[in-house]
C-alpha cells in the first residue's frame, strides 16, 4: 500500500505462507525520524503487538539502477545476520509496490551527530564508554569477516537505554576468507582511510580502525581531525596524516597518545581493537560506566557522577575530565604521548618535559647490560633507547635493528634474513654508509639526541664499548603489557619496568636477578634466592615477568603485542 509521506497510514505487509494462505500484518507509520541518501525513516506500530520499530523505506524508484538494487540487497544480507547489543538490531524487512521496509529495533535518541552537535565535545569518561561499546560491536563485526566501512557519529545510534548501537551497513562488506582484500573506494570523506584513497593495495578491517581514531579525535575535540570546507584538501591532508590536537582543549596525554597510535597511515601498524582496549587511555583506574545518564545528551555529567567511576578527578571548564596520577607511572606516554614534541617542527619542543619522563637506571651492576632508557615511538617509526654501557639503538617497526657505539662513529645494522630468520648484521661507519639507511639513520640521530638529554649529566657511567665489534648488546625483542614495558636483550638479559618505576633484570646466564624498588634502590640476587624471597613486592614482578617471558617464548610473533597479566 502506498505511502503519503507525511501523513499518517496503515502500512500493510503481504505474508504468503508455505501452504499458499495469505495474511497481511499492519503497522501504523508514525514520527518522522530522519533521511539518509535513499531512505526516509519512520517510527512504526505492529498493530498486532503494539511494538515499536524503526521503518527505513526505500522507494523502488530510486534501485532502477542494478548496482543500487545490489547494495540495498548486500546491506539486508549483511545486517540481517548480525546480533550484538551494540548493533541495531534488525527485525526483518518486505516490499509493496512502491517501497521496500526494513524495519530496525527503534533508536530513540537520535545519533552521535546530534549529541555532539549539543555537547561540542565530551569529557574523557564518556568517550572510553562510548569507545567501549563500539569496539565491542566491532569485535564481533570483524570476528564475523564483517568491515563497516562507514563508521561515523551519523552512524551511531543511541537507545533508550543510551546504549551505543551501530547501524547502517551500506557499505559494509563482508570478507569471503580471511586477507581478503577490497578495492571499492567507499566511506565518508571524514572518517575515510588512506589506504582507501590510495586505492593501489586493497584495503580491509584496518578502515575501520582508522575510523574509530578519527570518532575519538572528533568526541574528544569537537570536529573531525581531517576537516576542511573543501574535500579535496581534506583527502589531502588525510594522505599526510596532517592533523594537530588544538591547544585550547585540554586532553589527557593518554588519549592524544590513543588517537596518534591510531591514526597511522600504515594500515598494518594500527593497533588491533584488542590493544586498544588495553591502552592507557581505556586503564586509568577508573571504572568505565556501561551506559551514561541521559542527561548527558544535553549537558556535560555532574561532578557528582563523574567522582563515582573516578576517584581523583580534576575537570577544567570545558568540561574535560582529566584523571590525576594518583600512582608514579612507566614513561608509558613517553614518545608516543610526546610525539609532538618529538621530530616535529610544528610546535615548539618540551623537553623538561621529556626529560621528567625518561627515567634512567641509577648505576651498572657487574658487568651485567641493561635498557637505561628508552622512548615509544612505534606509532610511528620504532622503539629508541640508550644502554647502560652508553650505545643507542633502535628497534625499528620493520624489525630491523641499529645499534650505535658510544663513540658515536659506527654502528651495526641488523636484519632479519633467511628461513630462519636469524639476525644478520653488518657494521659501517657513520660517514659511510649503504645510501637505503639514510632514513634510519636520521632517525636514529633524532632519537639519540632525544635521549641524550641527561645521561651526559650523570657521572660514573660505564661509556666504554671497546668490544663494540665481537661483542654486540642490542635489543632483540621487546613488548608492552598493562602494567609493564619487557625488553630482551641480545646478552640474554630480560628487562621489566613496571608501570610504578620497579625493575626487574633476570640475567639468564649468570642466572642473577637485579630488583629496583619503588625507591630506586637496586641489589642484586641469585635466582634461587629471589624466588624465595619474604620481598613479596619483588618475587611478585618476578612471577610476573617469568608469565610474560614464557607467553613471549610460545609464541615469538606476539612479541610486539599486549598480554594481561
Ligand atoms: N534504528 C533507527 N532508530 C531511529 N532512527 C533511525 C534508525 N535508523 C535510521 N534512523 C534515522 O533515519 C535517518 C536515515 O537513516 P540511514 O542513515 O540509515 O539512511 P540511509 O539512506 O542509509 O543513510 P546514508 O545516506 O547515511 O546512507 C538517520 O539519520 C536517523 O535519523
Known sequence: ??????????????????????????????????????????????????????????????????????????????????????????????????????????????????????????????????????????????????????????????????????????????????????????????????????????????????????????LLVGKPPF?????????????????????????????????????????????????????????????IPKTLPPSTLACPPAASYLRQFMPGITSSASGNVRLTETTPSLPRSTARGVKDDFMNTDRPVKKEEINRQLRSSASTTGSEIWVKKWVDYSSKYGLGYTLSNGATGVFFNDSTKIILNVAGNKFKYLERKGAEKQDVCNTYLL?????ELQKKITLLQHFRSYLEGDIKQETGDVAQDDNFDENIIYVKKWMRTRHAIMFRLSNKIVQVNFQ?????ILSSESRMVTYVNKKGERNTYPLANALESTNLEMTKRLKYTKEILSSMLSNPKQQEKEHEP
Open 431 to 435: 660517514t659511510e654508509y649503504p645510501k
Open 500 to 504: 610504578d618505576h620497579t625493575e626487574i
Open 227 to 287: 576537516e576542511t570546507s573543501d574535500v579535496k584538501t581534506t583527502y589531502r591532508r588525510i594522505r599526510m596524516n596532517a592533523y594537530s590536537f588544538p591547544e585550547n582543549v585540554p586532553l589527557s596525554e593518554a588519549s592524544k597518545n590513543l588517537v596518534t597510535r591510531i591514526l597511522v597511515t600504515d594500515p598494518t601498524k594500527r593497533p588491533t581493537l584488542t590493544e586498544i582496549l588495553a591502552h592507557e587511555f581505556f586503564n586509568q583506574g577508573n571504572t
Open 1 to 218: 500500500m502506498a505511502n503519503n509521506d507525511d501523513q499518517p497510514a496503515i502500512i500493510e505487509e503481504k505474508i504468503v505462507r508455505v501452504n499458499g494462505e495469505v495474511a497481511i500484518r499492519q503497522y501504523s507509520k508514525g514520527r518522522f525520524l530522519g533521511k539518509g541518501g535513499f531512505a526516509r525513516c519512520y517510527e512504526f506500530a505492529s498493530m498486532e503487538t503494539r511494538k515499536l520499530t524503526a521503518a527505513k523505506i526505500v522507494p523502488k524508484a530510486s534501485l532502477t539502477k542494478s548496482r543500487a538494487k545490489q547494495k540495498l540487497m548486500t546491506e539486508i544480507k549483511i545486517h540481517r545476520s548480525l546480533h550484538h547489543p551494540n548493533i541495531v538490531g534488525f527485525e526483518h524487512f518486505f516490499e509493496d509496490s512502491e517501497n521496500v521496509y526494513i524495519l530496525l529495533e527503534l533508536c530513540t535518541n537520535q545519533t552521535m551527530n546530534e549529541l555532539l552537535r549539543r555537547r561540542k565535545r565530551l569529557t574523557e569518561l564518556e568517550v572510553q564508554c562510548y569507545l567501549s561499546q563500539v569496539i565491542s560491536a566491532l569485535s564481533y563485526l570483524h570476528g564475523h569477516r564483517v568491515i563497516h566501512r562507514d563508521l561515523k557519529l551519523g552512524n551511531f545510534f543511541l537507545s533508550d537505554k543510551m546504549e551505543i548501537k551501530i547501524g547502517d551497513f551500506g557499505l559494509a562488506t563482508k570478507l569471503e576468507f580471511d586477507g581478503e582484500k577490497k578495492r571499492t573506494i567507499c566511506g565518508t570523506p571524514n572518517y575515510i582511510a588512506p589506504e582507501v584513497l590510495d586505492g593501489k593495495q586493497g584495503h580491509s578491517y584496518e578502515v575501520d580502525i582508522w575510523s574509530l581514531g578519527v570518532v575519538a579525535y572528533t
